[in-house]
């Protein structure tokens, strides 16, 4: 089917009536509030086994556990959900989850590195995947798709805002008090916000409907081409996410000023909640797949600027630019994904777009790493990236317009 947007005459939607309409400022705080330890943990592991007696590599090394491990198991909850609900694997994670990374500074005096490095897994491996559930409520708690529309862009947008407080409410804890009091409020942040989300009537009720489930039964391959290929382009996307992370320390090195490296991410995740802010507002006539790469042009087009290795005053201006379009991408993703997913499997599917995206930006990671002493290669492979995903995206462009299905809203359990 073309996926397209409301017709022009129809009434502007603004973000208050998306926020007052039942449920959903419920859900998008406690989703917000239940991922904000995706922006705390990476940081708070690494200031733990730092200040216990490890050196910096190694906490490197548990904090990318901790995100590799959040990102593969992704798709197995997300398929849990699709079965049994979302309370019923929301509340175990989060309450696993938490009293992992409660008990990590344990792991120092009595495991050593061996323990560390299990806890650490085994908290990645519980996160709750609250993206996936909520982006997979949407349907049912707003049926109107221009409200949908809207609170998808509002929710892809502020996701940024978790890297921006996390890792700084987590430095003034540590320096406040210390790291494990860091972790241990993390641990309450994602405790609470998972709560309030699995208790909240559309999350505690929701099903696949019934003829979604029957459908999933007989659906062996969750995957169509095109949404494969799709997947395969958000790996580029967190390519250029994880490239440009190191690219900003190693801006802040050669320029002799640390806070570079923290206010570049927080530029660009500025930039992606301000592009989700207007691209919610707009109206849009185009099709869904035409702003999908739309938006992947104009990601790339922002990248460029950095080969010309600008300066640490006109950098944060320059990261943010690509961020403006990183939400019009992932917006559009995720419809184009609903679009193609078998029913049933939804919020799988989604689960698997996110382990797309993290599995890219670790990738990118480790491969600006190793180039970190090449200012012109680091600076160049968040574009790199990019003319990845846009390629493609290009190349998916006749296999991505199309749906099998859609109706996706699932259903209310009554009580």
């Not at 917000?32 to 090394?61: D, H, K, Q």
């Not at 593969?72 to 989060?94: C, E, F, I, N, S």
Request: charged residues 10%; aromatic residues 6%.
């Amino acid at each position: 089917m073309s996926l397209t947007a409301p017709p022009a005459q129809a009434p502007r939607i603004t973000y208050g009536a998306v926020l007052v309409s039942p449920y959903v400022a419920r859900l998008l705080g406690g989703t917000l509030v239940g991922r904000l330890p995706n922006g705390m943990a990476p940081v708070a592991i690494v200031l733990w086994a730092t200040t216990s007696g490890g050196s910096i590599a190694f906490g490197g090394l548990l904090s990318a556990l901790y995100g590799l491990a959040s990102a593969l198991a992704q798709p197995v909850k997300g398929r849990l959900m699709d079965r049994y609900g979302q309370t019923a694997v929301h509340l175990p994670a989060a309450l696993l989850n938490s009293a992992l990374l409660v008990a990590l500074p344990l792991a120092g005096p009595y495991g050593g590195p061996g323990l560390a490095t299990a806890i650490v897994v085994a908290s990645g491996l519980t996160t709750p995947a609250l993206e996936a559930g909520l982006r997979a409520l949407w349907p049912s708690v707003l049926p109107d798709s221009r409200l949908r529309h809207a609170a998808l862009a509002l929710d892809t947008g502020t996701q940024g805002l978790l890297y921006i407080a996390g890792p700084l409410l987590v430095a003034a804890l540590a320096a406040s008090y210390t790291p494990p009091v860091a972790l241990a409020v993390t641990a309450a942040f994602g405790l609470v916000g998972t709560v309030v989300v699995a208790f909240a009537p559309p999350s505690r009720l929701w099903r696949p409907t019934p003829s979604a489930q029957a459908q999933a039964g007989v659906a062996h391959r969750l995957a169509s081409p095109g949404l494969v290929l799709l997947f395969v382009s958000l790996t580029g996307i967190g390519f250029a996410i994880g490239a440009m992370n190191v690219w900003a320390v190693a801006m802040a090195e050669r320029h002799g000023q640390d806070l570079l490296s923290g206010i570049l991410p927080a530029a660009f995740s500025t930039g992606s909640f301000l592009g989700g802010l207007l691209y919610g507002r707009r109206r849009w006539r185009s099709t869904t797949t035409d702003r999908l790469i739309g938006g992947g042009t104009f990601f790339l087009a922002g990248w460029l600027p950095l080969v010309a290795l600008p300066g640490p005053y006109a950098a944060p201006a320059a990261v943010a630019v690509p961020g403006v379009f990183l939400t019009v991408v992932v917006a559009c993703a995720y419809v184009t994904t609903d679009a193609l997913t078998p029913a049933g499997r939804t919020s799988e599917a989604y689960a698997w777009l996110i382990l797309s995206i993290g599995t890219g930006q670790s990738a990118g990671t480790a491969l600006a790493g190793r180039l970190a002493e090449q200012p012109l290669t680091t600076a160049a492979l968040p574009a790199a990236g990019a003319a990845f995903a846009l390629v493609v995206l290009l190349a998916a462009r006749r296999r991505l317009g199309h749906s099998g299905h859609q109706d996706r809203r699932g259903r209310h359990k009554t009580p």
